[in-house]
Structures are given as C-alpha cells and as structure tokens.
C-alpha cells in the first residue's frame, strides 16, 4: 500500500453530507485521516459514516447546524474527547440561494451569513485552543470564485459572505503563523456535483448531462471539475507537503476566470 499522507490525523469536515464536502471527507479517509463528519442532515452522514468505516478507517457522524454556535462548540468537544485532538478542519458548509437584492428579504440574507460566513467563524474559533496547544493545524476556507473575484446578478449575499471568507483567512494566517498554523481557502469555480445538476431542470433542459456538458463548453479546459479533483486539492492543503503555504487562495476552476471573453 502507498505511504498514507494524513495518517493518525484527525479532521474536521463541515458540509459532509454531499458533493464536494462528502468527496473531500472520503479522500482524507483514504488517506489515513479520522474524520468527524459534521451536516444537518444526519441520515447521509451516517451512510459516509459506514462507507468510511468499510476502508478500515475511523469515522463519526455528528448532525450540527454550523451556525448554531452552541452545538458547534459542543460537538468539537466530542470529537476531542474521542480523539484527543483536530488536527485538520474543512469548513466546507454553505449556501447559495440566488435572487434580486431588491427582492432578498433579511431572513434569507441572514441565513446565508449565518451559515456561510458565521459558521466558518464557529468551527474556527471551536477548533483553535486544541491546535494551538498542539501547535499544529491545518485550516482550508472552501470560498468561491463568486464574491472574491467575480459574481453574477442574483448574488448579492453570497458574493458578500464569500468575500468575507477572504478577508478572515487572511487575517487569521497571520495571527496563527506563529503557532504553527495554516491558514488557506480554496475558490472553486463550476463543478459536477449534485447541486450543480439539481438546477438543470428549472433551466430547461431534460438531460442533467447535456447540461452539464453545455455549461463545461465555456471553460478553456471544457468541462466542468469533478468532485475528486477538489477532493485532491483539499488533501495537499491537509497536508505536510503544503506547511509552507498560508494565508492564500488557491482559484480551481479549469481556467475560466482569466478569460476576457468566454467562448
């Protein structure tokens, strides 16, 4: 067998339910890690749970809501009970709801700084006293292209939470390089995941694959990213071989944000 990269780490997965939080979560597995699987959706988590377990690695199933600060802090300290130690967190929950800001009203607007921008304050902040004391961590902000570096109409609060996430992982890489602490965000562009094909149908397409394929036609390396390629960046972060980088984000989108023109 290959020399397992994450081995004996222990890490933290939020929005593990699905798409690229699951395929992120899995990937650490393979590579050695324990994970503790975090979403509100327990039933799925429980399945990763299973799936993780049959590789012959540790994995537990936890359904937090990130934004609930309570049960965020709670939960971290059951894993540290557990396991002794989170060596790597992945704040990786978020949501995207897309609507005019004339016509957002506050709740969705809250909701989306709750989970999106709060939550990764949350999980940070429940993480941090366990690995500075064990002056190690490694912290990867899942953000976007979408706010940092580019947006689209109907994106208003999401940009604005993405964004956030950009300035707060700066900041915190600072504040953490002493301690031995890295502090990175990941900016996908447009990847085949669940989410991304549950839209096809409300924008008039039949097949879930031509529009993928469609969609993957603007990009100069024309195809959407696949959940392992994340999955793959998200394990360099994770580990060793990244200990020189903090405080960056790195942009995976298949080229698409430095054209000028598309197509």
């Given at each position: 067998m290959e020399r397992q990269i994450l081995k004996d780490r222990v890490a933290i997965v939020t929005g593990a339910s699905r798409g690229l939080g699951e395929g992120i979560a899995k990937a650490f597995a393979r590579e050695g890690a324990t994970v503790a699987l975090f979403s509100r959706d327990i039933q799925r988590l429980q399945q990763h749970e299973k799936d993780i377990k049959d590789l012959g690695q540790k994995a537990v199933a936890f359904k937090v809501d990130v934004a609930d600060v309570g049960q965020v802090n709670?939960?971290?300290?059951?894993?540290?009970?557990?396991?002794?130690?989170?060596?790597?967190?992945?704040?990786?929950?978020?949501?995207?709801?897309?609507?005019?800001?004339?016509?957002?009203?506050?709740?969705?607007?809250?909701?989306?700084?709750?989970?999106?921008?709060?939550?990764?304050?949350?999980?940070?902040?429940?993480?941090?006293?366990?690995?500075?004391?064990?002056?190690?961590?490694?912290?990867?902000?899942?953000?976007?292209?979408?706010?940092?570096m580019t947006s689209s109409k109907g994106m208003t609060v999401y940009s604005a939470s993405k964004g956030a996430v950009s300035g707060f992982t700066r900041s915190l890489a600072l504040e953490m390089a002493e301690h031995g602490i890295n502090v990175n965000a990941i900016c996908p562009g447009s990847f085949d995941t669940p989410m991304m094909r549950s839209v096809?149908?409300?924008?008039?397409?039949?097949?879930?694959?031509?529009?993928?394929?469609e969609l993957g036609k603007e990009i100069p390396l024309g195809r959407l990213g696949t959940i392992e390629e994340m999955a793959d960046l998200t394990v360099f972060l994770a580990s060793d071989s990244s200990k020189y980088i903090t405080g960056v984000e790195i942009v995976i989108d298949g080229g698409n944000i430095i054209q000028e023109h598309k197509g």
């Open positions: 709670q939960t971290v300290e059951e894993v540290l009970k557990l396991f002794g130690r989170v060596d790597i967190l992945v704040n990786n929950a978020g949501i995207a709801p897309s609507m005019p800001f004339v016509e957002m009203p506050d709740e969705v607007r809250d909701s989306v700084i709750d989970v999106n921008l709060k939550g990764v304050w949350n999980c940070t902040k429940a993480v941090l006293p366990s690995m500075i004391k064990h002056k190690y961590g490694k912290i990867i902000n899942v953000s976007s292209v979408t706010g940092p096809a149908k409300s924008r008039g397409w039949d097949s879930e694959d031509d529009y993928i394929r």
